[in-house]
């Protein structure tokens, strides 16, 4: 496994944005894909997207699609979650997650094998 670090939450309201970051201190992951979940109190995880190892990709879940987009930045080992038009639900736990193989797009959290601590989002009306 390796060790995610996640940074960026926080509480804010409604409409506004959020960047949460995401890094893997000591550790290269350019050749891995990097996703990113979320959870709320009293339901399960949620697949938020992933980008590709080489960036020229992304993949989103329904519920954000249109208001998030992942970036990354492979000479700094960085992977980026830019939240837009956040709303009350969109409040949760947030974590990223690498694969458990490099060079592959998957969206089940049972195929991702390192998990961040998560970083926490509170978005008010």
């Known amino acids: 496994q390796v060790r995610l670090v996640e940074s960026g939450g926080g509480s804010v309201q409604a409409g506004d944005s959020l960047r949460l970051s995401c890094t893997a201190p000591?550790?290269?992951?350019?050749?891995?894909?990097l996703g990113w979940f979320r959870q709320a109190p009293g339901k399960e995880r949620e697949f938020v997207g992933i980008?590709?190892?080489?960036?020229?990709?992304?993949y989103y879940g329904d519920a954000v699609k249109g208001r998030f987009t992942i970036s990354r930045d492979n000479a700094k080992d960085t992977v980026y979650l830019q939240m837009n038009s956040l709303k009350p639900e969109d409040t949760a736990v947030y974590y990223c997650a690498m694969p458990h193989s490099p060079e592959t797009v998957v969206t089940g959290a049972a195929e991702f094998g390192s998990w961040g601590q998560g970083t926490q989002v509170i978005v008010s009306s």
């Open positions: 980008i590709t190892w080489t960036g020229r990709s992304t």
């Open positions: 000591g550790y290269s992951f350019s050749n891995y894909a």
